[in-house]
């Protein structure tokens, strides 16, 4: 599929099958949007990951760990999270 595909060209990991985790819902401070990130996990991939141009490679072993470091993300920049929803 198109997703899996994009997942491949971004990351450079092969991935046949994703659950979806949660949702994101933030804003950036004076920003009227409001971004949306989905977010899955899988415990099946080939590959090795890697970045790709202007994106950073970020892997977390629980989705526990994702969300802690999103605080101290929040921390740093200049964005208001909005909304969690976990699955």
Request: net charge negative; aromatic share 12%; charged share 30%.
């Amino acid at each position: 599929s198109l997703f899996f595909r994009e997942l491949h060209e971004e990351s450079g990991l092969i991935v046949n099958e994703l659950q979806e985790a949660g949702l994101l819902k933030f804003e950036f401070i004076g920003e009227p949007e409001i971004m949306e990130v989905h977010v899955f996990t899988t415990n099946k991939f080939e590959g090795t990951p890697a970045e790709s141009e202007g994106k950073a490679m970020m892997a977390y072993p629980t989705v526990t760990s994702l969300f802690k470091s999103l605080k101290i993300i929040h921390e740093k920049l200049n964005f208001d999270l909005v909304e969690f929803r976990s699955e």
